[in-house]
C-alpha cells in the first residue's frame, strides 16, 4: 500500500512529492502529468523537492517515469532535492545521481530538508499515515 500527495506554490518553481510505503507505477503516470502541467506555466527554472523518507519500495515504472521526465526537461532543471531513509530507495537515487549529476541532492535528516523546503516557500512536510 502507498500513497502520494503532490504540493505546488502557486507562481512557484517547485513541486513537493510526498510518498509513504510503496512507490506504485501509477504513481509516476500521476507525477508526469502534475509536471506536465506545470512546465506550461512557463517556468524557466524547475526544482522539486521528494520527500521519500517513508517510502520503503517502488515499482520500476515509478523509478523509470520520474527519470524519464526528468532527462526531458534536464535544461530547465534546477535541483532535484531527496529525503529518504531506505536503502532501496537511496540505491535508486544513487543511480539516478550518475546520470544527473549535481543537480540530485540527497539529504538523510528531516531538519535538512525542512530548511530547504522552507527555502522554496513550503511548511514542513505533512504527517501522511496509511
Keep these: 500500500m ?14 513537493r512529492i510526498v510518498n509513504v510505503g510503496h512507490g506504485h507505477g501509477e504513481f509516476g503516470n500521476a507525477l508526469v502529468r502534475r509536471f506536465e502541467d506545470i512546465m506550461r506555466t512557463g517556468v524557466k527554472q524547475f526544482a522539486s523537492l521528494c520527500d ?12 523509470v517515469l520520474h527519470h524519464e521526465f526528468i532527462d526531458r526537461y534536464k ?14 530507495v537511496a540505491m ?31 511548511t514542513p512536510s505533512p504527517t501522511i499515515t496509511l
Excluded at 544527473?100 to 530548511?115: C, M, P, Q, S, W
Design 75 to 88: 535544461a530547465k532543471w534546477d535541483h532535484h532535492h531527496v529525503l529518504t531513509r531506505s536503502k532501496m
Design 92 to 122: 535508486g537515487v544513487s543511480v539516478a545521481k550518475l546520470a544527473l549529476g549535481a543537480r540530485i541532492k540527497t539529504y538523510n535528516t528531516r531538519a535538512e530538508f525542512d530548511v530547504v523546503s522552507r527555502s522554496y516557500g513550503f
Design 2 to 15: 502507498g500513497v502520494m500527495r503532490l504540493d505546488w506554490v502557486r507562481g512557484g518553481n517547485c513541486l
Design 52 to 63: 521519500w523518507w517513508d517510502l520503503k519500495t517502488y515499482d520500476s515504472p515509478f523509478r
